[in-house]
Every structure is written in C-alpha cells, then in structure tokens.
C-alpha cells in the first residue's frame, strides 16, 4: 500500500508542475506578444501575430478590454489574464501545500462575487471597470482550482516515522 500511495504521490507532483509550465507559458505569450508586435524586426512580428492567433480561441481579445503593452493590446483580456494567473497561483499553492481546506462559505462567496460582477456588467449597472474584472477574474481562477482540486487531488502526506507527526491517509483511516 505504501507503494501505491508514493507512486501516486509522484504522479501527482508530475501531473502539477506539468500544469505549472503549461500556465507559466501561456501567462509568458500573453505579455510577450504586444512586445514582439511592437518590434521593429519583421519575424518578431511575425511570431507576435501568431501568439495572437494562437491565443484567440481563448479569449475574445477585444482592445477596450485588454491591458496594453508598448500601445498594443495584450493577447488575452484583463479577466482572461488574471484568471490564468489565479490558476497558476493556485497550482503552485497544491503543489507547495498538498493538504489544503477551504472554507465552503468562503468559496460560495468568491464564486457569487463574480456571479454578481458578471451579471451587473451585462445589465449595464457599469461599464468596462478593468480592476474589478482583473480582481474577479483572479478570485475565479485561484478558487476553481483551489476547490476542484479538493476532489481530484487525494490528500497524500509522507509514511509515518517515529516522532515525525505526519500519516498516510488512506480510504480505510489513517495508519501510524
């Protein structure tokens, strides 16, 4: 059983620094495609225009909603951006943290701030605010992960030793 459990412990860390690098670059695209467009070299805006494309699926990409770097319009928008970096976050907290409990009121109220922030924008009770679509946008990000990984993720910790205060927690308990 001890096998199984730090393989699967393995897994895991792999699976997440895969995920890590898989959102530090897309985070990294995000920034670097203004940068390159704004270039004066022909290929760098080459490789701009196709960050650009390649980000496009993702995001809507309208200018009025987007950070702008060097006057040009970031490849994704200011929610898309800090959702991203809210999921990045989040990774690195599993990956650093694997024991993690949130508060179930406070998840319910992150996810009905942006319910709310997302619904008074559609009926027009404000218009483009860039901070708080940035702020709800992080929240989105850093709690879906956070709650989701509650269940995906089992909450491994290291065998037992003698006087080292830690367990393996298993479907059957915990075993000393």
């Known amino acids: 059983m001890r096998r199984f459990v730090l393989r699967n412990q393995r897994e895991n860390n792999r699976l997440l620094r895969i995920l890590i690098y898989f959102f530090v670059g897309l985070n990294f695209l995000n920034w670097i495609a203004p940068v390159l467009s704004a270039s004066t070299n022909a290929i760098a805006q080459y490789v701009g225009a196709g960050i650009y494309f390649l980000l496009d699926p993702i995001c809507h990409q309208l200018p009025d909603r987007c950070l702008f770097i060097r006057h040009l319009p970031m490849a994704l928008c200011v929610r898309c951006t800090f959702i991203y970096l809210g999921v990045l976050l989040g990774l690195l907290i599993l990956y650093r943290q694997r024991r993690l409990r949130l508060n179930s009121f406070l998840v319910y109220a992150v996810f009905g701030f942006v319910a709310i922030e997302i619904f008074t924008e559609k009926i027009g009770l404000y218009a483009n605010w860039s901070l708080l679509r940035g702020v709800s946008g992080f929240l989105l990000g850093l ?3 956070l709650y989701f990984a509650q269940f995906a993720i089992p909450n491994l910790k290291t065998q037992q030793t003698e006087g080292s205060g ?9 075993h000393s």
């Open 166 to 174: 830690t367990a393996i927690k298993t479907n059957k308990g915990t």
């Open 143 to 145: 709690f879906v992960v």
